[in-house]
């Protein structure tokens, strides 16, 4: 197995390629936008419309890992200082998972592993872009046992702030796939057989997937777009008298943020009106369109 080094200089053209083509996207819209493609340019309509096609063009953190992992004929090495600078101060959203404490990572041959080095007590912490994201180690409970865990928090447009928590080995396969759900054709990229991620909420779950699809081809008006997370055996912990709850193991995740250089977001003069921008960066109403491919439920069965 060939082995390569990831340097800054690969980390930052990727990137910089990502964040080409959606600058090249949204300047696309835009001018179908003012054109009136959309319907009158300034009503509710054509800005909707315009923010749809948007977000089924966009591209974000899960075409960055796909990228990398999905290399051919070699597997890339990496360490906390080879994407610190990219990761912290040249892209916004290039990743949600943590690269502070990263002791060695791979990626390539369709998977990634990341090794962290962290200890009791151990705090940090980095900007992303205008939001805190916070480190910690804690002690967590997994199957009666306690176990060293890194705990990453960071702004989530679902649930206001999501925990998840990593184990000191985080590694997953990534694959990708066109295939055609009802009658529309989507490209599927997948996180499958992950181990090493948790989530905290009303109890700790393992993560062991994720999903994203977009809608691709000459006819997409970016009907279909979403993200989902796979939780098997999911359920609550509520209070003593209540009984447990068992959910479904996929659930509907946060839709990836697109990649930009943090640049390129300082400055406000860029955006469209119809891109409702918040003050972090982010965009707003930012959530799924359209029904989640029906192949899911092969790939993540309920448990």
């Known amino acids: 197995m060939p082995l390569a080094r990831l340097t800054p200089a690969d980390v930052e053209s990727v990137g910089s390629r990502i964040h080409a083509k959606n600058v090249e996207?949204?300047?696309e819209i835009d001018r179908l936008y003012s054109e009136g493609r959309f319907g009158e340019a300034g009503t509710e309509e054509a800005r909707g419309e315009a923010l749809r096609r948007f977000k089924g063009r966009a591209l974000n953190s899960m075409d960055y890992i796909s990228r990398l992992a999905r290399v051919e004929g070699?597997?890339?090495?990496?360490?906390?200082?080879?994407?610190?600078?990219?990761?912290?101060?040249?892209f916004a959203n290039p990743g949600v998972y943590p690269f502070l404490t990263l002791r060695m990572g791979r990626a390539g041959l369709g998977g990634f592993c990341l090794q962290y080095?962290?200890?009791?007590?151990?705090?940090?912490?980095?900007?992303?872009?205008?939001?805190?994201?916070?480190?910690?180690?804690?002690?967590?409970r997994l199957d009666d046992a306690r176990t060293l865990m890194l705990k990453f928090v960071y702004p989530s447009g679902l649930h206001s702030t999501l925990e998840l928590l990593y184990e000191s080995s985080y590694c997953g396969q990534v694959f990708y796939r066109e295939i055609v759900d009802r009658g529309d054709s989507l490209e599927?990229?997948?996180v499958e057989s992950m181990e090493g991620c948790f989530v905290r909420k009303a109890g700790v779950h393992k993560v062991s997937g994720f999903a994203f699809?977009?809608?691709?081809?000459?006819?997409a008006v970016g009907a279909r777009v979403g993200a989902m997370a796979y939780l098997p055996a999911i359920h609550l912990r509520l209070p003593f008298f209540l009984p447990d709850i068992?959910?479904?193991?996929?659930?509907?995740?946060?839709?990836?943020?697109?990649?930009?250089?943090?640049?390129?977001?300082?400055?406000?003069?860029?955006?469209?009106?119809?891109?409702?921008?918040?003050?972090?960066?982010?965009?707003?109403?930012?959530?799924?369109?359209g029904p989640p491919p029906e192949i899911l439920d092969t790939l993540f069965p309920d448990l």
Not at 117 to 140: C, H, I, N, W
Not at 256 to 280: A, C, H, I, Y
Request: glycine share 8%; aromatic share 14%.
């Open 117 to 140: 080095d962290y200890s009791e007590g151990y705090r940090g912490s980095y900007d992303l872009f205008a939001e805190k994201v916070t480190l910690t180690s804690e002690e967590v």
């Open 188 to 190: 599927l990229i997948t």
């Open 74 to 90: 070699k597997v890339y090495t990496f360490q906390e200082g080879d994407i610190a600078e990219a990761f912290q101060h040249r």
């Open 25 to 27: 996207t949204l300047r």
């Open 246 to 289: 068992g959910l479904q193991d996929l659930r509907e995740f946060d839709l990836p943020q697109p990649v930009w250089e943090q640049s390129f977001l300082r400055r406000t003069d860029r955006w469209p009106e119809w891109l409702p921008m918040r003050g972090s960066g982010g965009i707003a109403n930012w959530s799924a369109e």
């Open 213 to 219: 699809w977009r809608e691709i081809g000459s006819k």
